[in-house]
């Protein structure tokens, strides 16, 4: 069964503090592997997918690594509107089809 | 609109009653899906259609949950003699064809409270 933990469950930062998430999973065959941020009270809203190990994706103040056992997130310079819930999900199998797993998130909060 | 759109977008009901939950995926989407997500938590998959296949049901949790894709577009998730504890968001997303990249668009979800 495929599986996907994300760590810390909650993060605090000052505005400008960099840092990481992490999303570690466990899976057979892995088609790919996405971010998502979900603002309260909205649906997710999608980020990045990775594919396979060493690819890197970079958007803004965010970038999102990939090894063969876990994901990170790296915020660079946070902004107070950076702060949201961001979740990890992984698809497996042989093709673009079918569920995707997700972790029970991060939640970021940026001070200013 | 361009988005997926769920009704409503929030519902209050007694136990025992049932509900219908209504997604319009992006036009021209193949795939659609339900997820659940209680409060604090992560999304919970219930149900997925891809064009014309029979749908993975694997993650409906009783068979008070049932779901239907009218026509390759609308879909109902409909919830049977309700309890409490299916009290949650429920979001629906939908998806390119197959071959195109693998992102979830997601609507912005039907809160259903079950008292």
């Known amino acids: 069964e495929d599986q996907v933990t994300q760590s810390p469950e909650a993060l605090r930062l000052q505005e400008g503090e960099s840092s990481s998430l992490n999303c570690s999973y466990t899976v057979s065959g892995l088609r790919g592997l996405f971010w998502y941020r979900q603002d309260p009270g909205k649906g997710p809203e999608f980020l990045f997918t990775?594919?396979?190990a060493g690819e890197e994706k970079e958007k803004e103040r965010l970038k999102a690594t990939l090894t063969k056992k876990e994901s990170f997130l790296h915020i660079t310079a946070p902004k107070p509107e950076d702060s949201a819930t961001y979740l990890c999900?992984?698809?497996?199998?042989?093709?673009?089809?079918?569920?995707?797993?997700f972790g029970d998130g991060t939640t970021l909060t940026v001070k200013p | 609109g361009a988005g997926v759109s769920q009704s409503p977008s929030n519902k209050v009901t007694e136990k025992g009653k049932d509900v219908e939950l209504r997604c319009d995926p992006i036009s021209g989407h193949t795939a659609l899906y339900w997820y659940r997500q209680s409060l604090g938590q992560g999304l919970e998959f219930l149900i997925y259609f891809q064009g014309n296949s029979a749908p993975d049901k694997s993650g409906l949790p009783s068979d008070r949950f049932s779901a239907e894709r009218t026509g390759g577009s609308v879909s109902t998730l409909t919830i049977q003699r309700t309890q409490q504890e299916d009290s949650a968001v429920y979001l629906c997303a939908s998806r390119p064809r197959p071959g195109a990249n693998g992102e979830l668009f997601f609507g912005e979800g039907s809160r259903l409270t079950v008292l």
């Open positions: 990775l594919y396979s």
């Open positions: 999900a992984v698809q497996a199998g042989k093709t673009n089809a079918g569920k995707s797993t």
